[in-house]
């Protein structure tokens, strides 16, 4: 396959058009991303692709041939591989059934599978994108975010009958290190190498500049540019996708923290990480950076309960803070938002107003169990309006949302218990540019009210431009604290692979 093309692609959903004469060409060797904010249309295009949803109106051409039909099997028929952002791994499969959920399994003596042939397949696929240290038979709930998203990729280079033409990456970095971007980056220059279709799908710009040929933006399901990657500029590309200009720096942070200790860390040790000082004072947000895996997770899981205290103490409040469940760390006003929201934040099948609602039913019930509805529509109205977010009505399902307004319907959740202290795992993970700015402005709106933040993220800018200190954990062991303003990117990232005194 030399050229595929989309030609005057329109998709609705009801009222609502999702696509609207959208024309797209893929050309072999190209690595083409396409970008635009969250419920622009990218995922729904994909879907179309992919065979899932049914267009209104699309003619397909490969090699200037028209296709007069197109379903899920002709798609993968065609040798199209799809690595979606969403991880939608079987936890307790292994490594190797899960590379092989969408591959015949191999058999020998016509009925017995092949689990050797499996097994070496499956080593192989991970060794071309540069990785040996996952044990294909190992459990996937075993393994990191990083390690399941790098299993997914792995998949769609097993050897098969069918010769791939067509990548389509839906933020596979969003879940990855610098170093595991590099390989897959890596592995995609090979692909196009090949002469494979690749089409990329990021909210990362810097990442786009760097790996793509040509950028397609798409704003409220309406194509407005396509051009080679060398004649745009980040400015042009991101005034594509919000319809203005919007600033590259971070809201402006002026007088916002006060002398009042929210909590004090003081020497803590859990089951998984040692030695964790800090305090946070009402108003500030305080930076967790360090290596992938080095005990960021840990942090969240021991101030919300989930791990319990070994050694040291904490005082939260002025008062000794113990959680025993994150039910009580919620009680005690303390509100998180995880970084796997559709995993570990939502339930996609209920409405916005549930998703929002849920953990605060002790405090909207009346007569112990029933729950005050309309007290519910009330603060599913207000919390929605404050994260500015997009929808029908609250009664709509999570899944409808695109991912940066499901994003903020987590937000409107934890910001419903008017927390004290706010906790913060990749909050922007693949969220595009528009909301990104929404979340950050959110904030700094609390921090204004006296909340103190903590944030993790692996985007360093993001560290940079939102934190007043940065805490650096190496091995699960805090290292030290820097103070923002004394430092730079390249002194912080530095700090990451300095060894241990």
């Not at 060797?29 to 899932?52: C, D, F, R, S, Y």
């Not at 097994?119 to 240290?133: C, N, P, W």
């Not at 007290?375 to 500015?388: A, D, P, R």
Request: glycine share 4%; aromatic share 6%; charged share 25%.
């Amino acid at each position: 396959m030399k050229k595929l093309e989309l030609l005057n692609l329109t998709k609705s959903f009801s009222s609502f058009k999702a696509l609207s004469n959208v024309s797209i060409e893929l050309l072999s060797g190209e690595t083409h991303a396409l970008m635009g904010e969250n419920g622009a249309g990218k995922t729904t295009l994909i879907k179309v692709l992919a065979g899932i949803l049914k267009p209104d109106q699309m003619i397909m051409k490969i090699d200037n041939n028209i296709q007069n039909t197109y379903s899920s099997i002709q798609s993968k028929n065609l040798g199209f591989n799809f690595i979606h952002q969403e991880l939608n791994i079987v936890s307790y499969l292994s490594v190797a059934e899960n590379m092989f959920l969408n591959h015949p399994y191999p058999k020998k003596y016509i009925t017995i599978i092949d689990w050797n042939k499996i097994y070496k397949l499956s080593s192989k696929a991970l060794e071309e994108l540069g990785v040996t240290h996952i044990d294909v038979k190992k459990k996937c709930s075993k393994l990191s975010t990083g390690d399941q998203m790098l299993v997914k990729i792995a998949s769609c280079l097993i050897k098969t009958d069918t010769t791939p033409t067509l990548y389509v990456f839906d933020e596979p970095t969003a879940a990855l290190t610098l170093q595991e971007s590099e390989k897959l980056f890596k592995v995609i220059n090979n692909l196009k190498k090949k002469g494979a279709i690749i089409l990329y799908v990021s909210h990362r710009m810097n990442e786009i500049l760097e790996i793509s040929d040509k950028v397609t933006v798409l704003r409220d399901g309406i194509k407005v540019l396509t051009d080679k990657t060398s004649e745009l500029s980040k400015e042009k590309i991101i005034r594509s996708m919000v319809g203005k200009d919007l600033s590259d720096n971070f809201p402006e942070r002026t007088g916002n923290i006060n002398e009042n200790i929210v909590i004090d860390v003081n020497n803590v040790h859990t089951k998984n990480i040692r030695n964790i000082n800090f305090k946070i004072k009402a108003g500030e947000v305080l930076g967790i950076a360090g290596l992938s895996n080095s005990g960021q997770r840990e942090i969240f899981n021991m101030l919300m309960g989930v791990d319990n205290i070994d050694k040291g103490k904490i005082s939260f409040m002025d008062q000794k803070y113990e959680p025993n469940s994150p039910s009580d760390a919620w009680k005690k006003l303390i509100s998180f938002v995880p970084r796997e929201r559709r995993k570990e934040a939502l339930m996609l099948k209920m409405s916005v107003k549930s998703n929002t609602t849920t953990p605060h039913y002790s405090k909207l019930s009346k007569f112990f169990f029933l729950a005050n509805k309309q007290q519910e529509n009330l603060i599913t109205n207000n919390y929605s309006k404050k994260v500015q977010l997009k929808y029908e009505n609250m009664n709509q399902s999570i899944y409808q949302l695109s991912g940066g307004n499901q994003q903020k319907v987590v937000f409107s959740r934890a910001l419903a218990s008017n927390p004290k202290l706010l906790l913060l795992d990749e909050p922007t993970r693949g969220v595009d540019v528009g909301a990104k700015l929404d979340i950050y402005n959110l904030i700094i709106q609390l921090t204004k009210n006296g909340c103190g933040i903590v944030l993790n993220s692996s985007d360093l800018s993001e560290i940079m431009g939102m934190c007043d200190k940065i805490l650096i954990l190496k091995d699960h062991e805090q290292y030290k604290i820097l103070e923002n303003f004394k430092i730079n990117s390249q002194d912080l990232l530095a700090n990451f692979y300095e060894s241990k005194k």
